[in-house]
């Protein structure tokens, strides 16, 4: 039982990722207000976000960059031994991602505007009632 306990305690962040996955999943599903949805989609990205970059930390790794690469070095001493530095492509990775969830939030944000101004309404069970009254009108 200690044994899990210390496991739990060791890895307290991706224990904070995963609580912050299921709020933002469940925020997504649960809820029917399209700005709910819009916010848990946002908490859900942003802990795979740090999910991602908590799996390039390595605990007593250093950044990967060589000192005076440019000469008056033996090829020996330019030897890069790979299990002593961070890998940054995670981290590279993931500033893609957050470019990504801030274009996604822009767009949703302009399209629950829209919505609203057209239907007055961000619930999801008004906007298919009034989707559908407009549709039999027509």
């Not at 990967?64 to 590279?92: E, M, T």
């Amino acid at each position: 039982m200690s044994d899990i306990l210390s496991l739990i305690v060791a890895k307290y962040n991706f224990w904070l990722y995963i609580i912050l996955m299921m709020i933002g999943l469940y925020a997504m599903i649960a809820k029917n207000n399209l700005m709910k949805k819009l916010v848990g989609m946002n908490i859900f990205q942003t802990a795979i976000i740090l999910f991602y970059v908590s799996i390039g930390y390595k605990h007593g790794a250093t950044l990967p960059i060589i000192q005076g690469g440019h000469g008056g070095h033996s090829a020996h001493d330019a030897v890069i031994h790979a299990a002593d530095y961070i890998n940054p492509l995670p981290h590279v990775l993931m500033l893609t991602a957050i470019v990504m969830s801030v274009a996604t939030f822009g767009v949703a944000m302009a399209l629950c505007v829209r919505i609203y101004q057209r239907y007055q309404t961000l619930e999801e069970d008004e906007l298919r009632m009034r989707v559908s009254e407009r549709i039999t009108h027509e």
